[in-house]
């Protein structure tokens, strides 16, 4: 008789009903987990940027469409849209209109996503001259990191969490470094300046763009939070 693989540990709803800054932060480190036939495939999250219905730079503030409802649901909806022809990935947060973008995230191996479920994700997202992606370039961007777990708006946009089929997970590994910087693609005139960007400091080479490259001065260009 051969053990049966562990089953992951969804966290509580309760947890996304918070202020969209606090769980951009708290969401650092934590393990997406999106089952697709056999395979949890996964990534640590490693990015993220908070949005509030008050601020410019949000969907929510162009107003309530039925597209955007999930944003004034509760925390822990799913709020999918489309980005520079891909797929983005997002959690509604506490208040209508906030909520928190999944920007980038890492390949995440464990006993319950295992070499396989690398491969599929490897396979899912090839590089535009359609060769493997290294797993550190596989999720590093919003529409990368749908496009490497199989996330698609049609299937997800304004849904719960299933913990049959996607999740998010405290795998126990913390972020001990946090760093805080202004969000990336915010039009000018657009709450730009806002520092609602929130990065692992241990994993910043590999996010979107990272904010410790040279000619980046902490304390002007980012603050680094314990």
């Given at each position: 008789?051969?053990?049966?693989?562990?089953?992951?540990?969804?966290?509580?709803?309760?947890?996304?009903?918070?202020?969209?800054?606090?769980?951009?932060?708290?969401?650092?480190?934590?393990?997406?987990?999106?089952?697709?036939?056999?395979?949890?495939?996964?990534?640590?999250?490693?990015?993220?940027?908070?949005?509030?219905?008050?601020?410019?730079?949000?969907?929510?503030?162009?107003?309530?469409?039925e597209k955007r409802k999930a944003l004034f649901l509760d925390g822990g909806h799913i709020y999918m849209y489309y980005a520079r022809g891909g797929d983005s990935l997002n959690f509604s947060a506490q208040g209508p209109g906030n909520a928190v973008?999944?920007?980038?995230?890492?390949?995440?191996?464990?006993g319950i996503s295992g070499p396989a479920s690398l491969a599929q994700m490897l396979l899912n997202n090839p590089d535009a001259q359609g060769r493997p992606r290294t797993p550190q370039k596989l999720c590093a961007g919003q529409t990368l990191l749908c496009k490497a777990l199989g996330l698609?708006?049609?299937?997800?946009?304004?849904?719960?969490?299933?913990?049959?089929?996607?999740?998010?997970?405290?795998?126990?590994?913390?972020?001990?470094?946090?760093i805080q910087t202004t969000r990336l693609g915010i039009p000018l005139g657009r709450d730009e300046h806002l520092p609602y960007r929130f990065v692992d400091a241990a994993y910043a080479p590999w996010c979107t763009r990272n904010p410790l490259r040279r000619g980046q001065v902490e304390g002007r260009d980012y603050f680094l939070l314990s």
């Amino acid at each position: 008789m051969t053990d049966s693989p562990p089953t992951p540990n969804a966290l509580p709803h309760a947890f996304f009903d918070r202020d969209a800054q606090v769980l951009a932060q708290d969401l650092l480190g934590k393990v997406i987990r999106h089952k697709v036939g056999d395979l949890w495939l996964s990534a640590r999250i490693i990015e993220t940027e908070a949005y509030y219905f008050a601020e410019k730079g949000s969907h929510a503030s162009l107003g309530y469409t039925e597209k955007r409802k999930a944003l004034f649901l509760d925390g822990g909806h799913i709020y999918m849209y489309y980005a520079r022809g891909g797929d983005s990935l997002n959690f509604s947060a506490q208040g209508p209109g906030n909520a928190v973008l999944i920007k980038s995230a890492y390949p995440w191996v464990d006993g319950i996503s295992g070499p396989a479920s690398l491969a599929q994700m490897l396979l899912n997202n090839p590089d535009a001259q359609g060769r493997p992606r290294t797993p550190q370039k596989l999720c590093a961007g919003q529409t990368l990191l749908c496009k490497a777990l199989g996330l698609k708006v049609p299937d997800w946009d304004a849904k719960r969490f299933d913990p049959e089929r996607l999740l998010v997970e405290d795998v126990g590994v913390p972020t001990v470094n946090v760093i805080q910087t202004t969000r990336l693609g915010i039009p000018l005139g657009r709450d730009e300046h806002l520092p609602y960007r929130f990065v692992d400091a241990a994993y910043a080479p590999w996010c979107t763009r990272n904010p410790l490259r040279r000619g980046q001065v902490e304390g002007r260009d980012y603050f680094l939070l314990s």
